[in-house]
């Protein structure tokens, strides 16, 4: 979804992000060894993201409230389901629009687009770190998805390799009864994945005509 609003994926082939080796940007350790360069690297990110719009993908999912009772669950740490309109957002790996104290993970503040520098600091005086989930953290809203899983109706998954553990594992928990619509311009050999429909297009040009679809 954010990669047609013209945002780069999360990793290239290199396994660099941002030309940034993972381990230095997106770890704990990172964070403890230079938290001025994590700050520096996730605050061009947010920068990034609000500099670009939601795209006819994300406007027809806020088209789709009109009918459906609509939960998005996402591994996008960007806030443009949000800035789209739609009401219900679930974010797995986290917020760049929100800060953290480092020391409590529940004392959680939104900052939109602005930066944060060292000696910024939550409630409790401890500095801010961004609200993202780093490799080696636990996913807090695991569970929460996969409840969403169980019970929705129709399931939709939009632009994911579904390679990536544990998000890629969600899938498990949808019914085989429930039908699933998928999204994405690659193929896709997952067995469980056989019965799906597959619009194999660009979630720009695929989520409208899914939607389209399923409203009319």
Not at 9 to 17: P, S
Not at 45 to 70: C, F, I, M, S
Not at 85 to 90: N, T
């Amino acid at each position: 979804m954010s990669a047609d609003s013209g945002l780069r994926t999360f990793r290239d082939a290199d396994g660099l992000w941002e030309g940034h080796a993972i381990q230095e940007v997106a770890t704990p350790e990172g964070w403890q060894k230079n938290p001025e360069k994590v700050l520096n690297f996730y605050n061009e990110r947010r920068k990034q993201a609000w500099e670009v719009d939601p795209h006819a993908g994300h406007k027809a999912l806020t088209e789709l409230e009109n009918q459906y009772d609509v939960t998005i669950v996402t591994q996008n740490v960007d806030s443009l389901h949000e800035r789209a309109g739609s009401s219900d957002v679930v974010h797995l790996h986290g917020n760049l629009s929100k800060a953290r104290s480092e020391k409590d993970p529940s004392l959680i503040i939104d900052i939109g687009s602005k930066p944060i520098e060292i000696g910024d600091t939550a409630e409790d005086g401890e500095q801010l770190r961004p609200h993202v989930v780093w490799f080696g953290e636990r996913v807090p809203n695991m569970d929460k998805a996969a409840q969403i899983m169980r019970q929705a109706d129709i399931i939709i998954v939009i632009g994911t390799s579904l390679v990536v553990y544990p998000a890629a594992g969600l899938i498990d928990y949808v019914p085989s009864s429930t039908p699933g619509y998928l999204v994405d311009p690659a193929e896709h050999n997952r067995e469980d994945l056989k019965n799906w429909n597959h619009i194999q297009e660009k979630a720009v040009y695929g989520v409208p005509k899914l939607v389209d679809k399923l409203i009319n």
